[in-house]
T-cell receptor
Framework: DTEVTQTPKHLVMGMTNKKSLKCEQH?????MYWYKQKAKKPPELMFV???????INESVPSRFSPECPNSSLLNLHLHALQPEDSALYLC???????????????FGPGTRLTVL | EDKVVQSPLSLVVHEGDTVTLNCSYE??????LLWYKQEKKAPTFLFML????IEKKSGRLSSILDKKELFSILNITATQTGDSAVYLC?????????????FGTGTRLQVTL
């Protein structure tokens, strides 16, 4: 299995809703990432998990709450979002080499989120 | 702050043409430079470059890295309409516990018949 899967594909939510995005990989990768991508812009890093521990938080507002319950799963919990949070949310994973470097990141298909 | 700049921002060529896409960077703790192709959804991986002067090739696509001058190029020969996409350059830096990719703004390539 060489893919990253994400659910749901599309999500529409109101500003008072609580929802979660899910990401799964079975490649044995120990680093997982959340990115946000607005239209016609490059992906922007939000969070990095390494060995199930949060290692990078790019000053993301607390209405986004990541969770890594095990080495294959990554969640992003959403609460009280704003319309400007509407974007494509991409999950990625990568493998750590024996030299300590990290290989290429493989991306999931994304969840297109609309906040009304 | 890490910076990755791509040029041109967009390009329209005829099928069969050869194109060269550019990526320059200023990054602390550089480890690798990656090229991705993005059509409608997720970026798909093309190449990862870590050493200067060594060309990576896959079919009609090739890429090379110059670590002294801090840039990379992606060449596509004999372009086809299926090559139409946004090409993203990303530079990887290790933070000690994980790797972090900084993306450029991308080059939007359109190949016409």
């Amino acid at each position: 299995d060489t893919e990253v899967t994400q659910t749901p594909k599309h999500l529409v939510m109101g500003m008072t809703n609580k929802k979660s995005l899910k990401c799964e990989q079975h490649m044995g990768h120990r680093a997982m990432y959340w990115y946000k991508q607005k239209a016609k812009k490059p992906p922007e890093l939000m969070f990095v998990y390494s060995y199930e521990k949060l290692s990078i938080n790019e000053s993301v507002p607390s209405r986004f709450s990541p969770e890594c319950p095990n080495s294959s799963l990554l969640n992003l919990h959403l609460h009280a979002l704003q319309p400007e949070d509407s974007a494509l949310y991409l999950c990625a994973s990568s493998h750590k080499t024996v030299l300590g470097s990290y290989n290429e990141q493989f991306f999931g298909p994304g969840t297109r989120l609309t906040v009304l | 702050e890490d910076k990755v700049v791509q040029s041109p921002l967009s390009l329209v060529v005829h099928e069969g043409d050869t194109v060269t896409l550019n990526c320059s960077y200023e990054v602390t703790n550089f480890r690798s430079l990656l090229w991705y192709k993005q059509e409608k959804k997720a970026p798909t991986f093309l190449f990862m470059l870590t050493s200067s002067g060594i060309e990576k090739k896959s079919g009609r696509l090739s890429s090379i890295l110059d670590k002294k001058e801090l840039f990379s190029i992606l060449n596509i020969t004999a372009t086809q309409t299926g090559d139409s996409a946004v090409y993203l350059c990303a530079v990887g830096a290790n933070t000690g516990t994980a790797s972090k990719l900084t993306f450029g703004t991308g080059t939007r390539l359109q190949v016409t018949l």
